[in-house]
């Protein structure tokens, strides 16, 4: 009896290692699994828009905030003395353009030279009138010298008021050119006056724009991570004062072997676990394959061409959307490692 021990115990190890082999062999057959996985997510850097001295920071690391929430303030004061001087040269092109409620200066300029240009056509008017009546007395002033009926004088009378009447004609028509144009040169000011206001509009508006980038907010809810700011510290503009790390959009990077990707399929169902929560087992779903390989995507991507070739069974990042509601007790955090069973429906 005591001989047939070792068969006993070699028969036992043989049958449970036939059924541990033929139970994975049928689960390999429809699931494609892979512990090269990890929790992955955006990052979300808050940087500075502009050159200025932090004069609070209003958060620590690991401090969980809302969307919205301040958390670091910049010094403002010189925007502020901008957002004045462009407020008083609005003022000031308001001032020569006018408002809707009020005249400006140039609009005033424009209603006395177009009453000048009246003045002007009246006086032509009254020119004409004299020079042809100039015209009419020198023609029969002649008539009448001709048949000397009138004296010499007279004829030399009539033909210098004639002369008289046509250079007032003249005067006035060029007083009534020049201050048409005057018009003219007063409503192209306007014009001017009013892009004037356009850019003093725009102008004031940059600065409060720029006068609320000093305040830096938090754009979605989530936690303060990397703090790398203290008040009293320069920043320059587009620098990373901290991270911000959203508490939603989260999913699974999983990196499959080319061998086995012909078999997964948008839609899959996805079990898997985090190794720092043990068992626990949680839901996803294939989003999307990757159109490329993992090593595509390296700093230094191999080249074949080389001639020092080694054939590697290369990885391919499939992206696995997390099914929620998920557990608060069992929070998934960016780059945690994770084991994936991908459901095949092929």
């Known amino acids: 009896m005591a001989n ?43 940087a500075a828009k502009l050159q200025a001295y932090a004069t609070d920071v209003r958060v620590v690391d690991n401090q969980h905030v809302k969307a919205g929430d301040t958390l670091v303030v910049l010094d403002g004061r010189d925007l502020d003395a901008k957002i004045a001087q462009a407020k008083a ?3 000031s092109a308001l001032a020569m353009a006018g408002s809707g409620s009020h005249a400006g200066q140039l609009a005033a300029q424009i209603d006395v030279a177009k009453a000048t ?3 002007a056509q009246s006086a032509v ?7 042809k009546k100039a015209g009419a007395d020198l023609e029969r002033i002649r008539g009448l010298a001709a048949k000397q009926i009138v004296a010499a004088q007279q004829l030399d009378a009539a033909q210098a008021a004639f002369d008289v009447a ?39 508006q940059t600065a409060e724009v720029q006068r609320s980038w000093t305040a830096i907010t938090a754009p979605v809810a989530g936690v303060v991570s ?46 898997f676990t985090v190794d720092g929560y043990g068992a626990q087992k949680f839901m996803g779903t294939v989003q999307s394959l990757s159109p490329a390989t993992g090593a595509k995507f390296a700093l230094l991507p ?34 945690m490692s994770v084991e994936v069973s991908i459901r095949t429906s092929r």
């Not at 008017?125 to 020079?131: H, I, T």
């Not at 587009?238 to 990077?253: E, H, K, R, S, Y």
């Not at 191999?302 to 069992?330: C, E, L, M, S």
């Open 302 to 335: 191999p080249d074949n061409a080389t001639g020092n070739y080694t054939k590697v069974v290369q990885n391919v990042p499939v992206h696995i959307d997390v099914v929620r509601p998920i557990d608060p007790k069992f929070p998934l955090r960016r780059g």
């Open 89 to 91: 040269d609005l003022a």
């Open 125 to 131: 008017v009254s020119a004409e009138a004299a020079f």
């Open 166 to 204: 046509r250079a007032a004609l003249e005067t006035a028509k060029r007083q009534q050119a020049a201050t048409e144009a005057q018009v003219g040169a007063s409503e192209a000011a306007l014009t001017g006056a009013d892009a004037r206001v356009a850019a003093a509009r725009a102008a004031v």
């Open 4 to 46: 047939r021990t070792p068969i006993i115990v070699l028969g036992i190890v043989v049958l449970g290692a036939g059924y541990w082999g033929g139970k994975t062999w049928l689960y390999s057959r429809d699931h494609v699994v892979t512990d090269n996985a990890q929790v992955d997510g955006p990052m979300m850097p808050a």
């Open 226 to 271: 990397r703090r790398m700011i203290d008040p009293g510290v320069m920043v320059q503009p587009g620098q990373v004062l901290m991270m911000l790390v959203p508490d939603d959009f989260v999913w699974i990077t999983a990196n499959v072997k080319e061998t086995r990707l012909g078999r997964i399929t948008v839609g899959d169902t996805v079990e």
């Open 117 to 119: 240009a009246a003045g």
